[in-house]
């Protein structure tokens, strides 16, 4: 009777190989799934900031007695919009790529990798060209007898402002998104096969041409 109690006792649960392989592969299956949502999100970020930006700066004109103004006739302002327009559109595009559930491969990572890189300089240089011409607007230069012009239109600067403000926020998630894409290309893919160098080469030559063997050779004549 006792060894019958014993062996109705409460055992550990056991559980198979297929039905660990398995709870482990729903795991993973999760895990992708939510760092896949979370970069969509991360992606459609920007595409909102870079639209708002592109529309603020698009409707920034002012005219009052003194003559007018619109973003069309600075260079840089010109720049912002484009900059932030194919932004906008990249981010789109690339968000409905990253949210298609699909297998990580070398190339996918790679161009992720390169976009994200040169949008982030594209986007970068555009806000930091406004940034000199809203400084240059706000304080002048006395030296090329440029007078300070946001006293006389404030309502223009101060859109152009908002829109260079939100335009490096952009460039901030940007900058998070380069970072994601290097760590998932340089640790998910093992890197290139090293070659020996000319030094090693060298070495091993060396060795094998070492007087020990030339003696070995001779004695053995």
């Given at each position: 009777m006792e060894k019958s109690e014993k062996g109705n006792g409460a055992a550990p649960a056991t559980r198979s190989p297929m039905a660990l392989m398995?709870?482990?592969?729903?795991?993973?299956?999760?895990v992708n799934?939510?760092?896949?949502?979370?970069?969509?999100?991360?992606?459609?970020?920007?595409?909102?900031?870079?639209?708002?930006?592109l529309v603020v700066m698009l409707k920034n004109s002012q005219s009052n007695d003194f003559g007018s103004v619109s973003y069309s006739d600075l260079g840089a302002f010109r720049y912002l919009v484009h900059a932030n327009g194919i932004c906008a559109g990249y981010s789109l595009l690339s968000a409905i790529i990253a949210a298609v559930p699909r297998p990580s491969t070398m190339p996918r990572a790679w161009t992720f990798f390169l976009l994200d890189q040169i949008l982030t300089y594209i986007i970068l240089g555009a806000a930091a060209v406004s940034t000199e011409v809203l400084y240059l607007a706000n304080k002048g230069d006395s030296a090329i007898t440029w007078s300070a012009a946001c006293g006389t239109f404030a309502g223009f600067c101060h859109k152009a402002t908002i829109a260079v403000v939100i335009t490096f926020v952009a460039v901030i998630c940007y900058a998070v998104l380069s970072l994601v894409s290097s760590y998932r290309l340089f640790t998910k893919f093992d890197a290139p096969v090293n070659y020996p160098t000319t030094e090693r080469v060298g070495w091993r030559l060396g060795r094998e041409r070492s007087p020990e063997s030339d003696d070995n050779n001779k004695d053995g004549c």
């Open positions: 398995g709870s482990s592969r729903n795991e993973n299956q999760e799934t939510s760092m896949r949502t979370a970069e969509t999100m991360l992606r459609l970020v920007p595409m909102a900031l870079g639209v708002a930006a």
